[in-house]
């Protein structure tokens, strides 16, 4: 299984970035996804995930109203929209995968599968 991040960049506070994470090696529809984050010094901290058909997202407080999480299970890969960038979401961030067919999960340690990890620096 690979999940391959990118679309990290700089940015300047209150731009936007997207970020994709195509995954090969196993049957996408099947597995729900999440965006999590860590930035120097802090733990890995849950971002956003996204159940296997779509129909049900979850956000964390800090950036609800400001990302979107999707998927295009046809192509296997999963986005992260973010507006309004701030300096405290600077971090890398990473995918990852779960395998299930129903809830949404925001625990790291739900996850099974990871990628590498995309840089998102927001200049102030």
């Known amino acids: 299984v690979q999940l391959q991040a990118s679309g990290g960049g700089l940015v300047q506070a209150g731009g936007s970035l997207r970020l994709s994470c195509a995954a090969s090696?196993?049957?996408?529809?099947?597995?729900?996804m999440g965006w999590f984050r860590q930035a120097p010094g802090k733990e890995r901290e849950f971002v956003a995930a996204?159940?296997?058909?779509?129909?049900?997202?979850y956000y964390a407080d800090s950036v609800k109203g400001r990302c979107t999480i999707s998927r295009d299970n046809a192509k296997s890969t999963v986005y992260l929209q973010m507006n309004n960038l701030k300096p405290e979401d600077a971090a890398v961030y990473y995918c990852?995968?779960?395998?299930?067919?129903?809830?949404?999960?925001?625990?790291?340690?739900?996850?099974?599968?990871w990628g590498q990890g995309t840089q998102v620096t927001v200049s102030s």
């Open positions: 996204i159940s296997w058909s779509g129909d049900s997202t």
């Open positions: 990852a995968a779960r395998y299930s067919r129903s809830s949404v999960y925001y625990g790291a340690e739900d996850y099974r599968y």
């Open positions: 090696g196993l049957t996408f529809g099947y597995y729900g």
